[in-house]
């Protein structure tokens, strides 16, 4: 169990493992919190795409999906990970505004 899972069931206080294919996603977008008020278990697919928006307009993502620079360039010229470029490139992810 990673250690920001064992900090979930702590600030939970239920200590309980997070139900199958969920991750804790940090609704404060802070890794490090704990608050239970915070926490939410998502999907990780679902976890990506929150970590996106307010990162990307609807253009950027536009442009991304266009551009023929490699994942980490393109990663690297728009501020968001390589995942996050590879998910939009597979539309993996909706667009955000």
């Known amino acids: ?8 069931l702590c ?7 997070l139900p199958a ?4 996603d940090h609704l404060c977008r ?3 919190c704990v608050n239970p008020e ?11 795409v929150r970590g996106l928006v307010g990162k990307l307009t609807a253009d950027e ?6 551009s023929s620079l490699s994942h980490l360039a393109a990663a690297q010229a728009f ?5 996050h470029v590879s998910a939009i490139r597979l539309n ?6």
């Open 1 to 8: 169990m990673k250690k920001e899972d064992r900090a979930l």
């Open 11 to 17: 600030a939970c206080g239920c200590g309980t493992p």
């Open 21 to 24: 294919g969920t991750e804790p």
């Open 30 to 32: 802070v890794r490090a």
């Open 38 to 48: 915070h926490l939410e278990a998502v999907t990780r697919a679902e976890n990506t």
């Open 61 to 66: 993502v536009a442009a991304i999906r266009a």
């Open 79 to 83: 501020g968001v990970t390589r995942q």
């Open 92 to 97: 993996k992810t909706r667009t955000v505004a």
